[in-house]
């Protein structure tokens, strides 16, 4: 019974956290738009690394049966948390930009953008065939960000292969 809960809690906060992005409000900096992702996701993040660390707190200090179980489950926890954390989107005036938090980055210049398409997910790729930005259902101002992306002359293609302005899809 215990488990059934666990999983209709975590399916209406997987449920409820893109509703809430999509009210939420992207950050000006200066000529650039900032679409991070929402600070509840975030705290998940934040949640997914203390388990982890907590974990392995638990293994080295407790017995020795399930040491090494624990440590790598608890450092499973912790690795994903820190390598899959949310990247923040910049959409420029030149291009698109995603910053993750270790330095890591992709830019787009906008003439060598071929495809902004949508996944089942509500997720949207924008892509040069190379490289790929996602924009996550955890972004904040879905809507906003594809008002962003017309500006430039980029909507969702119908069927993948359209470049340039789209038919809409909302």
């Known amino acids: 019974m215990k488990g059934a ?3 209709i809690v975590v399916s209406f906060m997987l449920a409820w956290l893109p509703f809430l992005a999509r009210g939420a409000k992207p950050k000006r900096d200066g000529e650039s738009w900032i679409f991070p992702a929402m600070a509840a996701v975030h705290f998940v993040y934040c949640g997914g690394m203390l388990l982890g660390l907590l974990l392995i707190v638990l293994a080295l200090t407790g017995p020795s049966d399930d040491r090494n179980l624990i440590i790598t489950g608890g450092l499973g926890f912790f ?3 820190v ?3 949310p990247k923040a989107i910049w959409v420029q005036p030149a291009g698109i930009l995603q ?10 210049p906008w003439h060598v953008v071929s495809k902004v398409k949508s996944r089942r997910d509500r997720s949207i790729i924008v892509t040069d065939r190379s490289q790929l930005i996602v ?9 906003y960000f594809l008002e962003k992306l017309a500006e430039h002359g980029k909507e969702l293609a119908v069927d993948g292969t359209a470049r340039g302005r789209g038919r809409r899809i909302q």
């Open 83 to 85: 390598l899959t954390w």
């Open 99 to 108: 910053r993750s938090w270790y330095g890591g980055s992709k830019y787009l």
């Open 135 to 143: 924009f996550t259902p955890f972004h904040v101002a879905r809507d």
């Open 5 to 7: 809960i666990v999983i």
């Open 79 to 81: 690795l994903f948390s």
